[in-house]
């Protein structure tokens, strides 16, 4: 689509226009400076974007060069090409824990739906009657934390006593034996992503015990990663391979805090594997192998892969670990603990859940703040982006769920429903559904 320069750039509105410098989020500029309208519409700008990307050169707009010190700088981002809609209303209320849920999760795929609670077992759900599928009993205490493999093939759940279960969510089935060398309880599962190992058969846990260790589901076996002083509070499985294991001992924080969280800017991608809002399945691991290592790397670009860890010292730090040991920068802002840090499937944000009330947004690339979201009226627990980027969900011990919008920085949807604190959220990979649970024993579903 041409753009018409003319009425864009015509001289008589230059009196009513800025300097503006376009750049892409490394600040590299995508043109020369240029005067644009000040009311100047988003999809207008969005055109003389795309067309300067298009094009791979400067739009000629009859002016003298300017001095870039002297505009108005705007970066910009590439957008989803589709679109959520956000969920406004409550579809279901499923009944069948006996205790709190603690956690759920859907399935990369979106098409199945699992939680952990503290009455000790794991449940898959059927989401179109919207009603109990499996009933999984195995654990002999909480179910703290549960992860699908990035093919859907496993689900891994661990608990307070410390074993770890891998189940089959095609029949219910334990597959193999409880896994129990870890001496306290699990904190964090994370799957070796698809594209470096197709069918998916290896996982990292993390402990309270101060340990790590890979597991191979096929020869039920590990390998311990470490020997912490400290406990292991969050493990992450990156895009290259073992080296690309990262885990949290918290030494690095100000204070020897007790609690932490992590998140990878490939993330989304690597939990989702070949997966993606159209729905496709694959035939073969060859090609599921395929398409999710084109989906890394077109998510991760020649940037090292960005990782963020939060802790009860209320702070965040940014790094780069594959290439630098020391932090990027130290995010500031949070008044108590950092319950839980989420980069965005586009990598352009970060977001930040806390015992402070708020969620916090920050720059994916710089960790510089952006904005904050008040609202809720007590703890935020857990957050989920949907996956176009564009929105923001988040659950409270207040009992909401709300969804926030990153564009106008505003609440979008107020959730209430619960009857009691929400203490897990996930919005589906097709971003049909959102689910929650907490300590009125009962998960919902919530649509559009």
Not at 347 to 375: C, E, H, L
């Amino acid at each position: 689509m041409e753009i018409d320069t003319d009425a864009v750039m015509d001289r008589k509105t230059i009196i009513n226009s800025v300097m503006c410098l376009l750049t892409n989020t490394d600040g590299t500029p995508l043109a020369a400076p240029m005067y644009l309208p000040q009311n100047i519409a988003p999809q207008h700008l969005q055109l003389i974007v795309n067309q300067l990307l298009h094009n791979c050169r400067t739009i000629s707009v009859g002016l003298t060069p300017v001095s870039v010190e002297k505009a108005l700088h705007i970066v910009c981002q590439p957008q989803a090409v589709f679109r959520i809609r956000p969920v406004n209303r409550c579809s279901a209320t499923i009944s069948g824990h006996s205790e709190a849920v603690l956690s759920v999760a859907f399935s990369p795929d979106g098409r199945q739906l699992a939680s952990g609670s503290g009455d000790t077992t794991v449940r898959f759900w059927d989401l179109g009657t919207q009603t109990p599928m499996y009933t999984c009993k195995g654990h002999k205490n909480w179910v703290l934390c549960i992860e699908w493999s990035p093919d859907g093939k496993y689900l891994v759940s661990g608990s307070k006593s410390g074993e770890l279960i891998c189940w089959d969510p095609q029949t219910g089935k334990q597959t193999g034996n409880a896994l129990t060398d870890h001496k306290k309880w699990i904190t964090s599962i994370s799957w070796e992503p698809v594209h470096l190992n197709a069918p998916c058969r290896r996982f990292v846990s993390a402990s309270k015990d101060g340990d790590a260790r890979i597991w191979d589901v096929s020869l039920k076996k590990n390998i311990v990663l470490s020997g912490h002083t400290l406990a292991v509070t969050c493990v992450k499985w990156g895009g290259d391979g073992v080296r690309g294991l990262y885990n949290q001992s918290l030494g690095n924080h100000r204070r020897e805090a007790n609690s932490g969280t992590e998140a990878l800017n490939t993330e989304y991608v690597l939990r989702t594997g070949a997966f993606d809002h159209t729905g496709k399945h694959y035939s073969s691991p060859e090609e599921m192998k395929k398409v999710a290592l084109e989906r890394y790397k077109a998510m991760r670009g020649n940037a090292p892969e960005r990782l963020v860890s939060g802790s009860d010292d209320f702070t965040m730090i940014l790094w780069e670990p594959f290439i630098d040991k020391h932090l990027k920068t130290q995010m500031t802002g949070h008044q108590q603990l950092v319950n839980q840090v989420s980069f965005s499937p586009d990598g352009q944000w970060i977001a930040s859940a806390s015992f402070d009330k708020s969620v916090k947004i920050w720059n994916g690339t710089t960790g510089k703040f952006v904005a904050a979201f008040r609202g809720h009226v007590g703890p935020v627990y857990q957050i989920s982006w949907s996956a176009d980027s564009r929105l923001l969900l988040s659950g409270s011990k207040d009992s909401t769920l709300k969804v926030w919008d990153i564009r106008t920085r505003k609440l979008k949807q107020d959730l209430p429903g619960h009857a009691d604190e929400v203490f897990s959220v996930d919005w589906s990979p097709d971003g049909e559904k959102v689910a929650s649970g907490g300590k009125d024993k009962v998960l919902k579903l919530w649509m559009g």
